[in-house]
């Protein structure tokens, strides 16, 4: 029986759709006129229930949250991809469906991915977000990230500017 309202968990591979789902409407929520209609799109038909089936089963760590039983959110993380920063752990993406944002859940989210990257060793977190996405990039400064780095990223015929906020490894 459960007892708890909001809980982050790992996913399984019976979430698969209900990622994609996330997956779906989070991006469209928060790329629609920033990147271009058709790459978006694309973007988001390639992450089927398969696609995400597939990194489950791959290894990849996918850190689940869920709100009244309904997936609310993911985020993935395993370790920096990004050379010449003091970060063991990277979130890679953290993304919310519409209707659960701004109301604390993406706080918990992250909580949890960070606090299961440093128990897996990974002190020191850095995430990258497109600059453009205003909401994204107060959220992670709202988190206590600084901004470390910016990097870029071609798509649809466009250069995008991705900005890179890291935490330090934390005390204890």
């Known amino acids: 029986m459960r007892t708890q309202l909001v809980e982050t968990r790992p996913a399984r591979q019976t979430d698969a759709a209900a990622l994609a789902d996330v997956h779906a409407a989070a991006w469209r929520g928060a790329y629609r006129g920033l990147l271009d209609g058709l790459d978006l799109e694309r973007l988001v038909t390639n ?35 990004m050379r010449g920063l003091a970060s063991g752990g990277e979130i890679y993406e953290l993304y919310l469906h519409p209707h659960y944002q701004g109301l604390g859940f993406g706080r918990q989210l992250f909580e949890a991915t960070r606090a299961n990257l440093e128990a897996k060793r990974m002190a020191g977190l850095a995430v990258r977000v497109l600059g453009e996405n205003t909401p994204a990039c107060g959220f992670y400064r709202a988190m206590g990230g600084k901004l470390a780095n910016r990097t870029w990223h071609s798509t649809g015929g466009r250069k995008l500017e991705l900005l890179v906020y890291c935490w330090p490894a934390r005390a204890g």
């Not at 990194?55 to 993935?76: F, K, M, N, P, Q």
């Open 47 to 81: 992450r089927s229930p398969r696609w995400w089936a597939d990194a489950l089963s791959r290894g990849v760590s996918i850190d689940l949250l869920e709100v009244s039983g309904e997936v609310a959110g993911y985020a993935t993380s395993g370790p920096c991809r």
